[in-house]
């Protein structure tokens, strides 16, 4: 059964950092890409950031580049998030979310889903 868990969310004030991190389990890691999309209170899952099976790709939204960093470590299944310079658009539950292919920035493109963390960031 696969298992993705998301951590690490929390409320911060704008300016601070947070880390996320996705641990995996049930699944291949090392040949999945990830990706984390976030979801704020009456608005559609957006995407955020993805990372390719091997590390080497990775790809942002527009609004968290040169802010967030997107990192994996694969003998130990999980995937990172690093966000500096919070601000308080950036207040949504986070999910990462797993597929077998290459990245892509479409929700449809990813197969296996957590459950999500709440980052909630104050102005």
């Known amino acids: 059964q696969v298992q993705l868990v998301e951590s690490g969310g929390g409320l911060v004030q704008a300016g601070g950092s947070l880390r996320l991190s996705c641990a995996a389990s049930g699944l291949t890691f090392s040949t999945y890409a990830v990706a984390w999309f976030r979801q704020a209170p009456g608005t559609e899952r957006e995407f955020v950031a993805a990372?390719?099976?091997?590390?080497?790709?990775?790809r942002y939204a527009d609004s968290v580049k040169g802010r967030f960093t997107i990192s994996r470590d694969n003998p130990k299944n999980t995937v990172y998030l690093q966000m500096n310079s919070l601000k308080s658009e950036d207040t949504a539950v986070y999910y990462c979310?797993?597929?077998?292919?290459?990245?892509?920035?479409?929700?449809?493109?990813?197969?296996?889903w957590g459950q999500g963390t709440q980052v909630t960031v104050s102005s």
């Open positions: 990372i390719n099976w091997s590390g080497v790709t990775t």
């Open positions: 979310a797993a597929s077998p292919s290459r990245i892509t920035t479409m929700l449809p493109g990813y197969d296996y």
